[in-house]
């Protein structure tokens, strides 16, 4: 099943997805950098979604761990197809020593086929130092923990332009309905408030968490997301209320409903940042910022900015995040090796690679701000940190696919559905309700 990655397009060259399988060969030993060299003459095979810049940026960090172990590396990019790519790798006897796997779901379809090793002792030791214990939890199956979440995204955040706010004579908004009443005057000032992705369905997915996530609070949102919580609760309506205030405003999207259904992701992004600005405020997660600069130039922090999901009825302002997880498969031909890997990515020293090279945020709260590049990621990072226990994952990440991942099915097809015509959230909620049972008895 094709899913989309939370980490979607951070950097331009990751618009150009790679989906078919293409190997990247890591260096060898390197002298610098100190270490036993223990690993010498061993390879650790890896397999993850990253192509383009975050490819470069995570060989980056296996050349570092090949620099202290002596282990060289070979990096497979799947594309987003990892669940597939990964099983058929297996099955022809050429299974990945470790995969960074982007989703829940699939992070425990692995561990319930029994492809997993559970993380060694010395890994667990690093998780529960440096990572709020929800970490912990989405690495987790069946009270094992097989999965290091190495590089997380923040999607609680509104990227807009200051040049447009400050012609509206608009400060960031700390709660939902100061957000909407500042879009209508930025509307008035001659921009539309907001450029919304309705063509990609987990755009509006994300939306819909970041509100009910809010208003609902965190226990509601985990038992929705677990399809213990049915949809057609008075919650889930009130927050299909509450999105379809600002779906069905025609002053505050651009072009409105139907320009929205036909714009993409990259698109909602140039509507603000490319140029010939149609609106003054995007949604979606920290990387939006990749694309902002890599794309259209933008020098993040002055020509590009955001504010955190403001707060909803009083809720919590929320923070929703995704991630990719290390886990280490059984059948890999040199898991030990890979183990060792872990158990350095698990480490700030690994995370400061990244962190040095950009386009990444570390849920490892031991990892020194001071490392991030520029000033607007160390404040995203320091909000994904600082939530702590509250970040909540990706709700649609966490359903089966058919629900949660399918493009022209399920969530995505019907918060489409919504957004053209918001005039029903009642029938709205019934329709999800349908379909998450299905999918979740599947």
């Known amino acids: 099943m094709m899913r989309r990655r939370t980490t979607l397009l951070t950097g331009c060259t990751a618009l150009a997805l790679a989906l078919g399988a293409t190997a990247c060969g890591g260096g060898g030993p390197v002298s610098a950098g100190g270490g036993d060299k223990a690993l010498s003459g061993q390879t650790v095979n890896v397999a993850g979604v990253w192509s383009g810049s975050e490819q470069k940026n995570f ?3 296996l050349d570092a761990f090949t620099a202290k172990t ?8 799947t594309g987003d197809n990892v669940s597939t790519v990964v099983g058929s790798k297996i099955e022809g006897g050429n299974a990945p020593d470790v995969v960074m796997v982007p989703q829940v779901g699939v992070l425990q379809q692995f561990a319930q086929k029994g492809w997993l090793t559970p993380l060694s002792p010395t890994a667990e030791k690093s998780v529960d130092a440096g990572y709020a214990s929800v970490w912990k939890k989405y690495g987790s199956v069946g009270g094992k923990l097989y999965g290091l979440y190495f590089k997380a995204a923040h999607k609680s955040t509104v990227w807009y332009s200051p040049d447009a ?22 509307s008035d000032s001659g921009l539309a408030a907001f450029s919304v992705a309705g063509q990609d369905g987990w755009t509006l997915t994300d939306w819909f968490e970041n509100i009910y996530l809010s208003q609902a609070g965190p226990e509601k949102y985990d038992a929705l997301a677990a399809h213990k919580l049915k949809w057609t609760d008075a919650s889930v309506v009130k927050a299909l209320g509450t999105l379809g205030k600002l779906f069905k405003d025609k002053q ?16 909602s992004v140039e509507k603000v940042f490319g140029p010939k600005p149609e609106a003054g405020m995007v949604y979606e997660g920290d990387f939006v910022a990749g694309v902002a600069k890599d794309q259209f130039g933008r020098t993040i922090g002055k020509d590009a900015n955001f504010f955190p999901f403001p707060a909803v009825d009083g809720g919590k302002a929320p923070v929703v995040s995704g991630g990719d997880a290390a886990v280490v498969l059984k059948d890999g031909k040199n898991s030990k090796a890979g183990m060792k890997l872990l158990e350095y990515l698990a480490t700030p020293e690994a995370a400061a690679v990244w962190a040095k090279a950009g386009g990444f945020l570390s849920p490892n709260k031991k990892l020194d701000f001071g490392e991030y590049g520029d000033d607007v990621t160390r404040a995203t990072a320091k909000s994904l940190v600082g939530a702590g226990d509250s970040v909540r994952f990706d709700m649609s990440d966490q359903a089966p696919a058919a629900f949660g991942g399918t493009k022209g099915a399920g969530e995505w097809k019907l918060l489409q559905d919504f957004l053209r015509d918001p005039s029903n959230p009642k029938k709205t909620a019934a329709q999800l309700e349908a379909a998450a049972a299905k999918a979740y008895k599947g």
């Open 59 to 61: 060989q980056k960090v």
């Open 70 to 77: 002596g282990a060289k590396t070979q990096f497979t990019s």
């Open 165 to 186: 706010l400050d012609q509206a004579g608009v400060k960031p908004p700390t709660t939902y309905d100061a957000m909407l009443k500042a879009g209508h005057t930025v």
């Open 252 to 267: 505050l999207i651009a072009g409105g409903q139907k320009e929205a259904l036909n714009t993409d992701f990259p698109g």
